[in-house]
Each structure stands twice: as structure tokens, then as C-alpha cells.
């Protein structure tokens, strides 16, 4: 569990790249301290080049980098007097869109559009992805070549005994490409590579892993998590009334489960903490088995 590493985080130096109070929030309940330093990514990737979840990856993706190139390139030279002025070992980045019928929604910018949007969604299901970032430095002393070498035959990974209960690509239709080798659908011991055992041990077929232009040897782990969320019937009053609140306005979607919205909610299939913008159980099991790898 993320809790026994909770010692040794705290003594690293970890930014946010995201200015979301909730995914703030969601990261500070488990007692992981950080900075946040929110990325200034315009987020303007064409829709039509990408499936949602191709999309919502690289845009997570994305939102890491901006803040790799910008704020450590502007330490570059500086002498590292406290804790504050050391580089992160690790920075987290995500982007939630809400989709239906393959179809991205983001962020409403009127009154109008969050009325269409919330109208779209009313009494049926659709689903909610999060893309999520890890770039990570020193921290687990992992390498491209460490995760993409076959492990020796007598290898059972770092999370042999993890029990993952569901998939978050069990609902999916579209799997983002991913610049590694994909995992075959029986791998023989003497052939899996860490990165494949990662993916079988976490249910975890979209994890992807690549190398950092700004810092060589830096590690980029990316994979998405979906939720399936069902909306109850609504009314055009109920509707007006909701989108007359201000909740609709600076969340994907247009709604937050989390406030007003989750009484316009009937059921969810998936991780409640995705869906207010970051799945937490995925991101603590994958930092957990990179962490204890060192074990190994």
C-alpha cells in the first residue's frame, strides 16, 4: 500500500502539475505533500486526430512536460539551498473528460452549453476517463532499459501478490497506442519484461512508459482509468436550476459528482475518485509497485 511509502515521499520533492483543488484535495487525504504547480498547457489538441482516450493521455501527458520544460529548465544553474529549490523526483499530471457516445465533453463556457451538455447526459450512462502522468527522477531508480529487459526466469515482480479486483480498460472501446511492445496475451516467464509484468500484476493493459527529451534519464509512466456513470431522468427544471448554480462552469462535463451532481446521479460503475478527477486506488497500486521494486 502507498501508506508504508508515505515516509520516504514526504522527504522527496513532488509537484502537482495541475491547478484542480480537487485533485489537490484527493492527494491530500492519503497524507502526501506536495507542490502544486499547475501547468500552462493551452490543451488544445484536435479532438478529431485522437480517440478520447488517446486523447485524454496525451493531453495529461502533455500538462507533465510543460511543466518539466518551464520550471526546471529555469532552475538550471541554481544552487539548491532548502528542500523548496531541490528538483521534484516526482511530478503528477491529469486531464478528466466526460464521454459520450465517443463524443469528448469538457468544460462548458456558457449557460447554454452546460444546459445542452446536461441534457445530453440525463437518463442514460456515459463514461468518465482520466489520463494520468507520472514523471518520475531518481525515485525509484528505474530505467527504460529496466522495464522493457526481460526479467530472469525466476522473477515473480513486484506485485506478484496484489489481487486487482477489475480492469480500467474493461469498459473501453478504444486503447491508446503506446510506444512499447504490447503485451501479448501469454507471456512466458523468461520473456516478460517488467513493464508487461506491471500491466498483468495492476490489470493495467494501457500503461505506457517513455523516456524524457528535457531529462534522458527521467521515466514517463501514463495509463487511464474510465468510470461508467448513469444519470437519472431529468427535467428541463431540474436542469435549468442545476446549471443556474456555478458548479457546472470549471468541470469536464459539466458537472462535479462530488457537489449538487451527485443528486443527479444514480449509479457508478468504477472508482468514485476518477470521476472527481483522479483514481486514486490506480495511481497508489502502480507508485506502490514501482516503489518496492527496488526490492527486486
Not at 40 to 54: F, H, I, S
Not at 104 to 109: A, M, N, T, V, Y
Not at 167 to 183: C, G, K, L
Not at 244 to 255: L, W
Request: charged share 20%; net charge negative.
Amino acid at each position: 500500500m502507498l501508506i508504508h511509502h508515505l515516509d520516504r515521499l514526504n522527504r522527496e520533492v513532488i509537484w502537482l502539475a495541475s491547478g484542480s483543488p480537487r485533485r489537490r484535495e484527493i492527494l491530500e487525504q492519503v497524507g502526501l505533500r506536495f507542490r502544486v504547480t499547475a501547468s500552462d498547457y493551452a490543451e488544445d489538441l484536435d479532438k478529431c486526430l485522437y480517440t478520447p482516450a488517446e486523447y485524454v493521455v496525451e493531453t495529461g501527458r502533455r500538462k507533465v512536460l510543460s511543466v518539466v520544460q518551464q520550471q526546471l529548465a529555469s532552475r538550471t544553474g541554481e544552487a539548491a539551498s532548502s528542500s523548496t529549490d531541490r528538483p521534484p523526483s516526482l511530478i503528477i499530471g491529469a486531464d478528466t473528460v466526460v464521454v459520450r457516445d465517443e463524443h469528448i465533453l469538457e468544460k462548458p463556457h456558457s449557460p447554454s452549453e452546460a444546459h445542452d451538455m446536461i441534457r445530453s447526459l440525463s437518463g442514460r450512462s456515459h463514461v468518465v476517463m482520466t489520463g494520468v502522468t507520472l514523471w518520475i527522477h531518481g525515485l525509484t531508480g528505474l530505467s527504460i532499459a529496466a522495464l522493457t529487459t526481460p526479467l530472469p526466469s525466476t522473477s515473480t515482480g513486484p506485485c506478484s501478490s496484489s489481487s486487482p479486483t477489475s480492469s480500467s480498460s474493461s469498459n473501453t472501446t478504444s486503447t491508446p497506442a503506446t510506444t512499447t511492445t504490447s503485451t501479448p496475451a501469454a507471456v512466458s516467464s523468461t520473456s516478460m519484461t517488467l513493464l508487461q509484468q506491471l500491466r498483468a500484476d495492476l490489470c493495467l493493459d494501457n500503461l505506457q512508459v517513455t523516456a524524457c527529451e528535457d531529462q534522458p534519464d527521467a521515466v514517463v509512466f501514463s495509463f487511464y482509468e474510465q468510470t461508467r456513470v448513469c444519470f437519472a431522468q431529468l427535467g428541463d427544471d431540474e436542469i435549468a436550476a442545476y446549471c443556474a448554480s456555478e458548479e457546472p462552469y470549471d468541470k469536464a462535463g459539466g458537472y462535479g459528482y462530488q457537489g449538487i451532481a451527485g443528486c443527479l446521479i444514480t449509479e457508478i460503475q468504477g472508482c468514485y475518485f476518477n470521476v472527481v478527477g483522479f483514481p486514486l486506488n490506480r495511481f497508489a497500486r502502480l507508485l506502490d509497485c514501482l516503489l518496492r521494486h527496488q526490492k527486486y
